[in-house]
């Protein structure tokens, strides 16, 4: 076993420097360290990453904004954990316990976990067995039967009987010398990081059901009775096992092996015990104490480490399902934030209702409210005529080209309200496209204060309807009105840990809001707030500036609102356009630091192409080959925007729900949410169906983002509809045959080059709760083939997760 050593040291030293920092941070990211060392100065500059990312690349190496975020992330993390070094060699030396040795050890852990490991001896606690045997005088017996096993432990215990301190036998000696040893094992730091990592490779979480609550927690029926090993667990797994212990339903616990498989669990356990003899250095020879010594190991397995470890390997798989669980939200929240806008076209809005009736909203290719109404032509009222005679007035009106349908209540119904209105107008007019879209958020936003400045006496209802035409104009100027986490495309987000995902998405809209760049003079406080340097205090100034002096001329100008410094204006000035101003360049993403180099390329290109010209002609001691290439890419085309074109989705005629739909048919349709296990893709039918990862590809798919993202158009095969379950299974696979051809093969959408990933296992999709989807029998291997069918085709892990719980319509 590894003793610590006891002799006091000198005062600690500094902990991790920076430059070990950097150097870790760029081996991390395969990067140079004077990358990471010039980036690190510019964040702690007050730099931010979209501004770095677009306007330093000379500085740092060309380090684009994804990599710049994870390095902010690690060097985070790195700081921390150099806080806590320092902090633990300061409490260490306090104590007088800090030796060279371990000094070396606390400097050289890398994770948290092994930092707290060296600590946990040191840490003060309350006073545990251990602890109260030795002020009974316990430890030299417990050193003695540790050294020489040849002692008899009755006898040995014998000769440290003290009644003070209640050892008034030779078993309470025994014992309180037991303590001890279970303590010092528990406490080795090399043996907690050997055992955890078998344990994370070798172990199985165990999740069983809690009496009684069987009926209660049916959509946790898939871990009633489940065990798999934590390495490797998906994300979505994780978290749904962790909602069904939250949730009362499932008990949660960490086994060394199967256990479902006695003898496989009795050797599993058999291993680790043995790996704590070897620690405390004992072995079963026959001598009198050996197993003695051998039952402590065991106690310490059972009582002390495999307790500690669990905890340490729960939190774990938190953290790595969380940390996926972030980057599929932020992922998808990019993929949303960048959708094609359909621009500057008149939109007539439609948030769908029922008994309250269908809120109507009109605006102008600008984003302009220029009519409301409310029509009934639904149930219970059902005013078709009079609903339909309003749209058409309007339409007519305000000549709309757009129409914009809320995907909730009464979508449907909806839809069909606006094919006739098309029908009505193409007859005379310009026949408008219809579209719909998601309306996630859009009761948030209608109740907020940002709505009721921008809509000052419209009544709350009426702002969803505006709210969902204005995102089909523009979705990232609409969007960054929301709370992220409103927008419906996550997974599990009220499990994880509400500061990291919210960092996470913000950092998410900001690069989004900055590549894509603002028009300062019609751009809302919420989008101007989105821009690097500007922030909520400084995007207000500038509305109230704007509306003060009128529309801001040139970029120099914003030197003039109130609180908008050099450092602010150096970090926003070249995400803010102005079109139309005194100076043409004011429309383009070149920076004004940058616009002598823009000139002389524009001068020296005349009439030819940028394209054309030599860039090292225009390189210098400040702007580098990065910047020049930049420059001449906007003049070549000024102000694009780097958002694909805009493409709706034509659903088929005839198919309006699911009853509609026939295995076989390939329809259009329109991605609206990407999970770890599928994309939920919207074909028309007020319900979205999912296609698996297993049906993306005719290869391998790691990552359903690999294929598809949120707002792509996508053809689509039914595979199988089950409209009693509202449940819909696709495949991007044309090919594919439909559920009727498909019998022997166990599961939807089943891929066969690779069988197992046609029963994805795991927690669903979620806002405010998911289902749990088909988990393996326990020791089973979510890889393995599947075995011979036995149920509905339907009743698999495909059709579980499409019980969306808020994030379908």
Not at 331 to 343: E, S, W
Not at 529 to 538: Q, T
Not at 642 to 670: C, H, Q
Not at 774 to 779: E, F, H, I, L, V
Request: glycine content about 8%; some cysteine; hydrophobic content about 40%.
């Amino acid at each position: 076993m590894t003793q610590l050593p006891q002799a006091p040291s000198a005062p600690s030293a500094s902990p991790t420097s920076d430059d070990a920092i950097h150097t870790q941070i760029a081996t991390e990211l395969g990067v140079k360290a004077w990358q990471v060392k010039a980036a690190v100065e510019l964040l702690d500059g007050g730099s931010t990453v979209p501004f770095i990312a677009r306007y330093r690349k000379e500085a740092t190496g060309t380090l684009d904004d994804t990599q710049l975020r994870e390095l902010d992330e690690r060097l985070r993390y790195l700081r921390e954990l150099a806080d806590r070094r320092r902090a633990v060699l300061e409490a260490i030396d306090a104590q007088g316990q800090l030796t060279p040795e371990l000094k070396k050890a606390i400097l050289a852990a890398d994770t948290k976990s092994r930092l707290e490991d060296i600590y946990l001896p040191f840490k003060s606690k309350r006073r545990t067995k251990a602890q109260i045997a030795r002020e009974a005088g316990l430890e030299p017996l417990a050193d003695s039967l540790l050294k020489r096993p040849d002692l008899d432990p009755e006898r040995e215990a014998g000769k440290y009987l003290n009644p003070e301190h209640a050892v008034t036998d030779a078993a309470a000696a025994l014992a309180g010398a037991r303590s001890i040893l279970v303590e010092r094992v528990a406490q080795d730091p090399d043996l907690a990081a050997d055992l955890r990592e078998r344990l994370w490779a070798q172990g199985r979480m165990v999740s069983r059901v809690k009496k009684g609550k069987e009926s209660d927690g049916q959509k946790f029926a898939d871990y009633f009775e489940f065990a798999q090993a934590p390495a490797g667990m998906p994300s979505h797994r994780v978290l749904a096992l962790l909602r069904g212990e939250k949730d009362g339903v499932l008990e949660l616990d960490l086994a060394e092996a199967d256990p479902q498989d006695d003898a496989a669990l009795a050797a599993a356990r058999t291993r680790y015990e043995s790996a704590v003899a070897r620690c405390l250095g004992v072995a079963d020879r026959g001598r009198p104490a050996d197993s003695w010594l051998i039952q402590t190991a065991q106690v310490a397995w059972r009582s002390r480490l495999l307790s500690r470890l669990t905890a340490d390997l729960r939190g774990r798989m938190f953290a790595a399902a969380e940390d996926e669980a972030v980057r599929v939200f932020a992922a998808n929240l990019r993929d949303v934030l960048l959708a094609a806008p359909a621009g500057n076209r008149a939109t007539l809005g439609l948030d769908p209702g029922l008994r309250t009736g269908v809120k109507v909203a009109v605006v102008d290719g600008t984003g302009k409210v220029v009519a409301t109404d409310t029509v009934y032509p639904h149930a219970p009222l059902r005013k078709w005529d009079e609903a339909l005679a309003t749209l058409v007035r309007l339409a007519r009106q305000h000549a709309v080209e757009l129409v914009a349908i809320g995907n909730g209540t009464a979508s449907r119904e909806t839809d069909k309200l606006a094919a006739e209105l098309i029908k009505r107008l193409q007859e005379v007019d310009r026949k408008p496209q219809k579209l719909v879209v998601s309306e996630a958020g859009a009761s948030v936003y209608s109740a907020s204060a940002l709505a009721a400045a921008e809509l000052p006496g419209m009544d709350v209802s009426l702002r969803g309807a505006v709210s969902i035409a204005r995102r089909l104009q523009d979705p990232l100027a609409e969007l960054v009105k929301i709370d992220p986490k409103s927008i419906g495309v996550g997974q599990y987000q009220h499990d994880v840990t509400a500061s990291k995902l919210d960092r996470s998405l913000d950092a998410v809209v900001e690069d989004c809001v900055n590549a894509v760049g603002v028009d300062v003079n019609t751009a809302s406080p919420a989008l101007l707030s989105r821009v690097a340097g500007v922030g909520p205090l400084l995007s207000e100034n500038i509305v109230a500036y704007r509306n003060e002096h009128g529309p801001f001329a040139r970029r120099t100008d914003l030197k003039k609102v109130p609180r908008l410094g050099a450092k602010a204006f150096e970090q926003c000035a070249g995400f803010l356009r102005i079109t139309g101003g005194a100076e043409p360049l004011d429309a383009s993403s070149v920076h004004p630091e940058s616009y002598a180099v823009a000139r002389k390329i524009r001068a020296a290109a005349g009439s030819a192409p940028a394209s054309s010209l030599d860039l090292r002609d225009f390189v210098d001691e400040t702007f580098g080959l990065p910047t020049v290439q930049d420059i001449l890419s906007e003049l070549d085309k000024p102000g694009r925007d780097p958002r694909p074109a805009f493409a709706a989705a034509t659903f088929s005629d005839g198919i309006e729900k699911i009853s509609d739909l026939k295995p076989g048919m390939v329809l259009e349709g329109t991605v609206t949410n990407v999970a770890a296990f599928g994309a939920f893709v919207d074909v028309g039918v007020h319900q979205d169906g999912l296609v698996h990862v297993s049906a993306m590809a005719n290869r391998f798919v790691s990552d359903p983002r690999e294929v598809v993202k949120s707002g792509q158009v996508v053809r689509v095969k039914v595979l199988e509809a089950d409209p009693d379950r509202k449940r819909i299974s696709l495949t991007l696979r044309l090919d594919d045959e439909p559920a009727a051809g498909r019998a022997g093969r166990g599961r939807t959408g089943g891929n066969p080059q690779n069988p197992g990933r046609g029963r994805e296992q795991g927690g669903g999709r979620e806002q405010g709760g998911g289902p749990a989807r088909k988990a393996p029998s326990p020791g089973r291997s979510p890889a393995a083939p599947a075995p011979a069918k036995k149920e509905a085709p339907l009743n698999t892990a495909m059709a579980e997760a499409l019980r969306k719980a808020g994030l379908g319509k």
